[in-house]
């Protein structure tokens, strides 16, 4: 009968040991889950907090940039608009210093590799001051630099190129002032002049300038 009472009493406490530690496993299992689930959704959270955070920045600066373009259009306009242009001229007339302020600027600076623009440009402005072009020459750039990647800072790019002309000692004399009269810049790098009081011959290595047009670059990135 005693033996009958210590199994069962045995039995019970098998059960109980074994209830205990199912609960704890069952508890374990539920405590280690939270905690793997807790630190997903913090991660979570904080993942989305800064994308949330990236997007506000993006509006923010659309808003900026919106309002940067409405201001550049009025300023563009009073640029172009003005009744007398940089240089003096008519805005709206067909002579050597009219048109508006902006096409003055991109004759002056253009956003492309352009030689013969250039080469006739220089012929006409030497011709209008008594000066005789006997050649112009440099090297047309132009497939190479159009192929060249935009970028939203561009800097000058400079275009050699070579001048001889030829005319009275007078007008050789003023050669500079021609080329200072440019719209466009010149930088003269070297001179030879030959010939006589009657008759120079200059020759002269110089280099102007164009600046590629400003790229619109819009990209994404990837929030981590």
């Known amino acids: 009968m005693a033996t009958n009472i210590t199994s069962s009493k045995r039995l019970q406490i098998d059960k109980a040991n074994a209830t205990v530690v199912v609960v704890t496993a069952v508890s374990s299992f539920v405590v280690v889950f939270s905690l793997v689930a807790s630190n997903a959704l913090l991660s979570q ?24 373009v409405k201001s550049l259009k009025n300023s563009y306009s009073v640029f172009v608009g003005s009744t007398q242009n940089v ?34 440009s220089l012929e006409k402005l030497l011709s209008v001051n008594g000066l005789n072009t006997q050649s112009i020459s ?8 159009s192929n060249a990647s935009t970028s939203a800072t561009p800097q000058a790019v400079t275009i050699p190129f070579t001048v001889s002309v030829a005319g009275q000692y007078d007008a050789i004399q003023n050669i500079v002032k021609v080329f200072e009269s440019s719209i466009r810049p010149i930088s003269v790098n070297s001179v030879n002049i030959s010939g006589n009081d009657k008759s120079l011959t200059v020759s002269f290595q110089a280099q102007t300038y164009y600046q590629p047009a400003t790229g619109l670059s819009i990209k994404t990135e990837d929030v981590k």
């Open 138 to 145: 440099g090297t047309d750039d132009e497939l190479t630099q």
């Open 87 to 120: 240089l003096g001229g008519n805005p709206k007339g067909q002579g050597d210093k009219d048109g508006n302020n902006a096409q003055i600027v991109l004759d002056a600076l253009p956003s492309s590799y352009d030689f013969p623009a250039i080469a006739t």
């Open 45 to 68: 959270r904080s993942y989305q907090s800064r994308v949330i955070n990236k997007k506000e920045q993006a509006r923010d600066q659309l808003k900026k940039n919106i309002d940067t």
